[in-house]
């Protein structure tokens, strides 16, 4: 089978190979917006099937459009790589999510497992986690920033009200805390890896998996967490 990188330099191959005249054809005029955010959506499909690596004229090539068109929208590829970041990795995350996890009307499992369901349907995709493992292995910012930026907050935040509603007294320590917040969010996460990457073939269904875990980790906080 051979790699990706071999078919991008194929199909490269091909096309300077084509008789002239039968290139590219013309792209037909659009408006600046519509232009950069249809070349951000194939941006992201483009990186995470091939990575971060990959050449932005074969991107261009994708595109249907030049790459002087793409740089005309784009700087250069660091510009495009964190408008994708903040479209595609950052973009889909709800600020209704967080409101909803502090609604304490509601039982702290219930809100994990609505909070979960939504989250693993809507940003653990394939083509989500297959961006982000790439952006992971790179020495692009994407990961990093992601994790810093919502991630910890989320962490803390879930630790909170399950310590809260248990009677446990929360960590001080904020890396502390973070660490248990990941027994939960670590296990949905790599549950989605097993799923889209690995094509775990396990016929559970994912809801009740993540209902698992929910009920593990708040099961298992007593062991961490002292009364309040």
């Not at 495009?80 to 609604?103: C, H």
């Not at 790599?190 to 559970?204: K, Q, V």
Request: charged share 25%; hydrophobic share 45%.
């Amino acid at each position: 089978m051979k790699a990706k990188s071999d078919l991008l330099a194929e199909s490269r191959h091909k096309k300077s190979a084509a008789p002239k005249g039968k290139g590219r054809r013309p792209t037909a005029r659009m408006p600046q917006a519509e232009r950069r955010a249809q070349i951000l959506t194939k941006a992201y499909e483009f990186f995470s099937e091939y990575g971060l690596t990959a050449q932005t004229r074969a991107l261009a090539d994708a595109c249907g459009v030049s790459q002087r068109l793409l740089y005309s929208l784009f700087p250069n590829k660091a510009a495009l790589l964190n408008a994708v970041y903040e479209t595609e990795i950052a973009g889909p995350i709800k600020a209704i999510w967080f409101v909803q996890l502090r609604d304490r009307s509601k039982p702290i499992e219930e809100r994990l497992m609505a909070f979960y369901k939504e989250y693993y349907d809507c940003i653990l995709t394939r083509r989500w986690l297959r961006l982000f493992l790439y952006a992971s292995l790179s020495e692009e910012g994407m990961a990093p920033t992601y994790i810093a930026g919502i991630v910890t907050h989320l962490l803390e935040m879930i630790v909170e009200e399950a310590a809260r509603e248990a009677k446990l007294r929360p960590p001080e320590d904020p890396a502390y805390m973070q660490e248990i917040g990941w027994i939960l969010h670590g296990a949905v996460s790599h549950l989605a890896i097993r799923r889209h990457i690995y094509r775990d073939a396990n016929p559970l269904d994912a809801e009740t998996v993540v209902g698992m875990h929910v009920r593990s980790f708040l099961g298992g906080l007593k062991a961490v967490l002292p009364p309040a």
